[in-house]
């Protein structure tokens, strides 16, 4: 385990205003660290997708403060947010959000595409990634020609070809059944040990807990206990 890539202290966030205002996180401090994968689990509400959305530089919290691999949000604009999601940052979500009319190569290229990545190199690197995943052989497969479980793999081929150092993922089993759901988990829990990555998965599914080093619960925007593997809940 490394120093944390990731580092939130008291966040807190504020969604809407005046009859509308809702207080999403209530002073939130979290740490990512390389080499784990930890889940973030609670109920519809809690704030998970909200805190997701800060960690990933999506958001930015209305107090407390994050550091992303080092780098402060505090002071940063929206081109300073979008780098450093660009360069240390790889998203994962429920819904794939794959191009219908691209392949699957050209899918995970977008990645290397928003970086200036040279074409031909950009090509070779999405082939590596796909094959990472285990579809070396539909790196010229349109979405539609892909099962469920396929389109999350190039989804995830995607979210690492940038090589980033922490991986965020949104409900990344919801929309598959059980065999394919544990398929995407050992993908991501070898991600978590390469390289040092971090990777946070949110989800309120009990079936992913075997494959977690850590298990962080959220309820009402503050984080109320957390686990680690082998230890009793703290």
Do not use: W, Y
Request: hydrophobic content about 45%; aromatic content about 2%.
């Amino acid at each position: 385990m490394t120093d944390a890539l990731i580092k939130a202290v008291n966040v807190a966030k504020v969604l809407g205003s005046g009859a509308a205002e809702v207080a999403a996180l209530r002073g939130v401090s979290l740490e990512l660290n390389g080499g784990e994968l930890t889940l973030l689990m609670g109920p519809s509400g809690s704030g998970k997708t909200t805190l997701l959305s800060i960690l990933g530089c999506m958001l930015t919290p209305t107090a407390g403060t994050v550091h992303v691999c080092g780098h402060s949000t505090a002071a940063a604009g929206p081109e300073d947010l979008a780098l450093l999601r660009r360069e240390h940052v790889g998203f994962v979500f429920q819904s794939f959000h794959l191009f219908p009319t691209l392949s699957a190569t050209d899918n995970v290229r977008l990645a290397l595409d928003v970086r200036g990545e040279p074409s031909r190199s950009a090509k070779v690197r999405s082939r590596e990634a796909l094959a990472k995943v285990g579809l070396p052989h539909k790196a010229l497969a349109f979405p539609r020609e892909l099962s469920g479980g396929e389109q999350q793999r190039v989804a995830i081929a995607r979210a690492i070809v940038g090589n980033p150092s922490i991986i965020l993922a949104d409900e990344p089993t919801a929309a598959l059944d059980g065999e394919n759901g544990q398929a995407i988990m050992k993908i991501l829990a070898g991600i978590a040990q390469e390289k040092g990555r971090a990777v946070l998965i949110v989800t309120h599914d009990p079936r992913l807990l075997p494959f977690a080093d850590r298990v962080v619960h959220i309820e009402d925007g503050r984080i109320v206990r957390e686990e680690r593997r082998g230890d009793k809940q703290q």
